[in-house]
C-alpha cells in the first residue's frame, strides 16, 4: 500500500488554553489505496461510533467511484455498461466534474484515464518503451475529451400525475473515466457531513493528505517541502477551521524518471503529456472536494492561469515553484494569505 500524505498533521491546537482541553484520539485504517485519519476532539463523543460512521461513509464512495471496484458505477461506466439507475454519488461527480472542467479551461478532466495509462499509472502504458511516442499520445488525447462524457435527463410522467426523472450517464467508445483526482475530497465531505449530523463538532478528517476540519479549534496543518521526505522539516504551516478544507497536488510520489526528466501523474489535458513546471500546489477551500479538484488543475495551470477558477470558487492556493537553480519559490494566491 503507499501512503501519500501531501500534507500532514502536527497537531490540533485551541487558542483558547485556559479551558481544559479535550483529548484528542486518533485512528488510521486504509482505503483507497491510502490511509483514512480522523482525529477526534469532541468530549462526550462516542469514538468507536464516530469511526464506523466515518469508515461507512468513505467505503461506500469507494463502491460507487472506485476504478479499482469491478462492480463500482465508475467501471460499469468504463466497460460500456453505462448507469441507468445513477446513484447520488456518480451523479454528483459527474456534474462537479463538468462544472471543475469548465472553470479550469479543461485542466480538470476525469476523462484523462486513457492518457494515465498511456504514461504507466495505475495499470497499462505496457505497449510502448518508456516515453510513449507522440504519435500514441496524440492518438489517446483524441479518446479523453470531456465530450466523451454523456448525461442524459428525462422526466417521466403517467396517469396518475406522478413525475419522475431519471439520468443516464454513459461514455462513447474507447472513454475511460477516473475520479482520482476528486472523489477522495469528495469521500472526505461524505463523512464530513455524516460526522456531523452525528453530534460530532471538534475534529479533522483526513483521506490522503485531502483534510477538512470540524468545529471551532484551529488546526495546524503542515505543508510538505516537495525536495524533502514527509518527515523533514515543513515548508509553511497553515491553520484549518470552521469547515475548512486543504487538499495538496505534487509530482513527487507518482512519477517515471527519464533521462534525467520527471514525468509524473497528473496529465495535461490539452496537450497529453504530464505537466510540469509547478513543484507542488496546496490549495485551501470551503470544501474538500473543491480543495482536490483544484488541486489537481492548478497544479496543471501554473499559477497565473489558476486565478480564474480559484476566484471562482472562493479558493486560495499555495505554489512552490523550482527556480533555474534549484531552490523554491512560492506563489500564494486568494484572501486566505
Ligand atoms: P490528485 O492530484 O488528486 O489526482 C491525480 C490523479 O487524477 C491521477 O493519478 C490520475 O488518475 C488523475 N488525473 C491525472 N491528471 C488529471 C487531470 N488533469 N484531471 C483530472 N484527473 C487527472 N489506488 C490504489 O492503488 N488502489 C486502490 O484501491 C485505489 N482506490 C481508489 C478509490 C478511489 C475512490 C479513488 C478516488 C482513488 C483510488 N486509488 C487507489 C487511487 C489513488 O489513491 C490515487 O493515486 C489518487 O486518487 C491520486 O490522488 P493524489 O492525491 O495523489 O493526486
Ligand atoms: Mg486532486
Known sequence: MRFMF????FCGCSREQTKPQPQMREYNWPIMGTTANLILADDGVDA????????????????????FVPTSDASKLNANLGCDYTTYHSFEMIIRSFYFNKITDGAFNPM????????????GGEKYDFPPPAEAVSNTLKRCGIEMLHMEHDIYGDDEGNTWCENTIFISAG????????????AVDVAYEELRIAGCTNFLMNLGGNMRASG??????????????????????????NGMAVATSGGYEQFHERDGVRYCHIID????????????VTVIANDAMTA???STACFVLGAE???KALAECGASALFVVKNPDGSLRLERIGDFW
Open 292 to 294: 482536490d479538484a483544484l
Open 175 to 186: 472513454g475511460r473515466i477516473d475520479f482520482g483526482a476528486i472523489a477522495k475530497g469528495y
Open 305 to 307: 492561469a489558476s486565478k
Open 6 to 9: 501531501a500534507a500532514i498533521l
Open 269 to 280: 489535458p490539452r496537450t497529453g503529456y504530464p505537466a510540469q513546471g509547478v513543484e507542488q
Open 48 to 67: 468507536e461510533k464516530a469511526v464506523g460512521i466515518a469508515k461507512e461513509a468513505l467505503e461506500e464512495v469507494n463502491s460507487k467511484l472506485s476504478v
Open 112 to 123: 484523462v484515464a486513457p492518457l494515465v495509462e498511456l504514461w504507466g499509472f495505475h495499470r
Open 216 to 241: 471551532t479549534r484551529e488546526w495546524k496543518i503542515a505543508v510538505r517541502n516537495p525536495l524533502k521526505g514527509v518527515d523533514d522539516e515543513p515548508l509553511e504551516h497553515i491553520t484549518l477551521t
